[in-house]
């Protein structure tokens, strides 16, 4: 099984500045099939970026994913008042496809 | 419109059975695993477990394997997750999602709660 882990935990942040999210894999990602999700209260998740580096369908180009093997790094430039949620990475490259435990960014 | 209805939120007392559903429309629903997560109160996502409703293949993680059972219903487009006894720490939220490597589209959320 990969394990990732993400960091920090916990993200305080002004809106306007920038959040660098990470997720490191115990072993490295196949294809770099990371994506990752974006969760608010009381919401199911919303997937952001797949294919580590790829934005889906609707989501700001100020959200920006990195990465291969085992760093990957999930941006967000210039912070907008509905971006503080929890941000969870996953891998779905060998099964089970497990998330990470999440990152909440938080208003400071 | 690709669109995962859940069924609704459910209460129940240990050592009882659950099925919760998960129907699919707006795409073909045998072209697609569906995937189940939990989210266990104020904690992360967990992945369960997928299937491929054309022809039922199932994986499952070790955390859950033998603990709940997926399947899926080609002819209403449907997929559940089952439990045949349940207990306080299956509380939690449970969403299905649709597969395409990635989980792209997501159910609502089928709240189930355990409790004497």
């Known amino acids: 099984e990969i394990v990732l882990t993400q960091s920090p935990g916990t993200l305080s942040l002004s809106p306007g500045e920038r959040a660098t999210l990470s997720c490191r894999a115990s072993?490295?990602?196949?294809?770099?099939?990371l994506a990752w999700y974006q969760q608010k209260p009381g919401q199911a998740p919303r997937l952001l970026i797949y294919g580590a580096s790829s934005r889906a369908t609707g989501i700001p180009d100020r959200f920006s994913g990195s990465g291969s093997g085992t760093d990957f790094t999930l941006t967000i430039n210039r912070l907008e008042p509905e971006d503080f949620a929890v941000y969870y990475c996953q891998q779905y490259g060998s099964s089970p496809h497990d998330f990470g435990q999440g990152t909440r960014l938080e208003i400071k | 419109e690709v669109q995962l209805v859940q069924s609704g939120a459910e209460v129940k007392k240990p050592g009882e059975s659950l099925k919760i559903s998960c129907k699919g429309s707006g795409y073909s629903f045998t072209s697609y695993w569906i995937g189940w997560v939990r989210q266990m109160p104020g904690k992360g996502l967990e992945w369960m477990g997928i299937?491929?409703?054309?022809?039922?293949?199932?994986r499952y993680s070790p955390s859950f394997q033998g603990q709940v059972t997926i399947s899926a219903d080609k002819s209403t487009s449907t997929a559940y997750l089952h439990w045949s006894s349940l207990k306080a720490s299956d509380t939690a939220i449970y969403y299905c999602?649709?597969?395409?490597?990635?989980?792209?589209?997501w159910g609502q959320g089928t709240l189930v709660t355990v409790s004497s």
């Open positions: 299937i491929y409703p054309s022809d039922s293949d199932t």
């Open positions: 999602a649709r597969r395409g490597s990635y989980f792209g589209y």
């Open positions: 072993q490295s990602v196949t294809s770099s099939y």
